[in-house]
T-cell receptor, first 111, second 113 residues
Framework: LAKTTQPISMDSYEGQEVNITCSHN???????ITWYQQFPSQGPRFIIQ???TKVTNEVASLFIPADRKSSTLSLPRVSLSDTAVYYC????????????FGAGTILRVKS | NAGVTQTPKFQVLKTGQSMTLQCAQD?????MYWYRQDPGMGLRLIYY???????DKGEVPNGYNVSRLNKREFSLRLESAAPSQTSVYFC????????????FGPGTRLTVT
């Protein structure tokens, strides 16, 4: 499994766009990049997954450069309720390949 | 559609006691998982079940046993609880999108004194 590196914490204000970058220098050819969100006292929640370029859904966008050695989760116009821990995971999304969660990035949104 | 449910939500045990954590999902998923999360840490996989009738060890299986009772239910048993097993336990399941899109339950907060 590719090792990932994320900032330990980030602070932002309501209404701002937040970009969380994840470094994964040894990503394998077939690996995907997946992000989870975890609110205090809750289980993680799948946010977005991508392989290359850009993926967007109703919650976030995921930007992946051509070399795929890093990725950026973008949260548009955050609110206080986006305060959470965000995990970046890299691996082949097939049965038998297990998720490995690091410590994640603590995002604190302030008013 | 309740998703993934876990019981109990909270539990306090004395060292040496045993208990079973229950998990059920109503999404017709094949795979189910048990994780533990210690304060300030990421989740660590204890056991998983790729399909009904199969179970495999994860990263930290020692001190735990599991049973995949049927497609819906996956239980985690602590035979002789130890203070090192104080943690929050999460159950998860995944369907046709594979292991990387998992759905998590609300967790069980376990304290062993």
């Amino acid at each position: 499994l590719a090792k990932t590196t994320q900032p330990i914490s980030m602070d932002s204000y309501e209404g701002q766009e937040v970009n969380i970058t994840c470094s994964h220098n040894n990503i394998a050819t077939n690996d995907y990049i997946t992000w989870y969100q975890q609110f205090p006292s809750q289980g993680p929640r799948f946010i977005i997954q991508g392989y290359k370029t850009k993926v967007t859904n109703e919650v976030a966008s995921l930007f992946i450069p051509a070399d795929r050695k890093s990725s950026t989760l973008s949260l548009p116009r955050v609110s206080l309720s986006d305060t959470a821990v965000y995990y970046c995971l890299v691996g082949l999304p097939l049965y038998g390949n297990k998720l490995v969660f690091g410590a994640g990035t603590i995002l604190r949104v302030k008013s | 559609n309740a998703g993934v449910t876990q019981t109990p939500k909270f539990q306090v045990l004395k060292t040496g006691q045993s208990m079973t954590l229950q998990c059920a999902q109503d999404m017709n998923h094949n795979s189910m998982y048990w994780y533990r999360q210690d304060p300030g840490m990421g989740l660590r996989l204890i056991y998983y079940s790729a399909s009904e009738g199969t179970t495999d060890k994860g990263e930290v299986p020692n001190g735990y046993n599991v049973s995949r009772l049927n497609k819906r239910e996956f239980s985690l048993r602590l035979e002789s609880a130890a203070p090192s097993q104080t943690s929050v336990y999460f159950c998860a399941s995944s369907g046709y999108r594979g292991d990387y899109e998992q759905y998590f339950g609300p967790g069980t907060r376990l304290t062993v004194t």
